[in-house]
Each structure stands twice: as structure tokens, then as C-alpha cells.
């Protein structure tokens, strides 16, 4: 089960969805988490208007003194979070390109490098297999160096 730190930034880049959060606020009780508002918004429906599942999950997040970080900052851990699923072998490169976007705001080098190196996944139809594989090497370096580094946080 994510903390709700994570559940934070996976929410601020859409890798959650509102109709989600009441079962993952569920989660988060079961694990020892508690506010009120999280107890409310465990206690709703997915198909509860997602203006009112938005607020409960802010609401909740300051209760447990967690900020939803900004839409850089969210970008910034889907680096971080991608490298390390690719350094730990649970995805392939070709699968972090499909969710790395180039207008990611990657603020330190190797952030840069990973973006640089993912770059842009269309390309991949039109290489030969020796620079496929060179590619490949290239992205897990990045990615084996990014995962290496401090995860960006919103607080």
C-alpha cells in the first residue's frame, strides 16, 4: 500500500483517479492513517461527484500534514518513481518512454539525462536492433543513476 505521500504526487499526475480514492483512503485507514476527512471519503462511493471526492482527498492530506504537490513537482516524482521501476526491472525502457512526456520539467542532471535518454518514443518503430539495445542500455543507465538520487517532495 502507497503512504499517502505518494498517493499525493500519483494523484497530482493523474496516475489516480478521483472515482479511485475512496478505497485507497480505505487503504490508508487500514494501514494506520487517520482524519476525519479521511474516514469520510473512505465511507464514499466511487461514483460520489468528483468535486466532492477532490475535496475530501485535499482535506485529508492536510490533515495528515501532507501537501499535494504542484504539477512539476508531481512530474518530477513520475521521473523519479519510472526510473526506479525500470531500475528494479519492473518495466521496460520502451514502457517508460511511453509515459515519459518531453515537456517534463526535469530540474537536476540526472533528471535531464533520463529525459534525454527515454527521448522521444516514436523512434523506437524506426531502429535497427543493435541501436534498440544500445538504447535500451542507455535509458537503464539513466534510469539505474536517477533511481540512485533523493525523491523530490511537495513538503
Known amino acids: ?19 479511485e480514492l475512496p478505497m485507497l483512503a480505505a487503504h ?3 494501514a494506520g492513517h487517520d482524519s476525519p ?14 468535486a ?3 475535496r475530501l482527498f485535499g482535506h485529508a492530506m492536510d490533515e495528515l500534514g501532507i501537501l499535494i504537490p504542484d504539477d512539476e513537482t508531481a512530474e518530477r516524482c513520475l521521473l523519479h518513481h ?7 526491472g519492473a518495466m521496460s525502457p520502451a514502457e517508460a518512454a511511453a ?10 542532471d540526472p533528471e535531464q539525462e533520463f529525459v534525454a535518454a527515454v527521448g522521444l518514443e516514436y523512434h523506437l518503430d524506426f531502429m535497427s536492433p543493435e541501436e534498440l539495445r544500445a538504447w535500451e ?3 537503464r ?5 536517477l533511481a540512485g538520487t533523493d525523491f523530490p517532495h511537495a513538503q
Do not use: F
Not at 82 to 88: E, F, R
Not at 99 to 108: F, Y
Open 141 to 145: 543507465l539513466a534510469a539505474k543513476t
Open 99 to 108: 509515459r515519459v512526456w518531453q515537456g517534463t520539467e526535469a530540474l537536476t
Open 82 to 88: 519510472l526510473a526506479t521501476q525500470l531500475a528494479a
Open 1 to 19: 500500500m502507497d503512504q499517502p505521500a505518494t498517493l499525493a504526487w500519483k494523484y497530482a499526475a493523474s496516475l489516480i483517479h478521483e472515482e
Open 28 to 30: 490508508l485507514l487500514a
Open 52 to 54: 466532492t471526492i477532490r
Open 137 to 139: 542500455n542507455t535509458v
Open 37 to 50: 476527512s479521511l474516514c469520510d471519503l473512505a465511507g464514499r462511493s466511487r461514483r460520489e461527484h468528483p
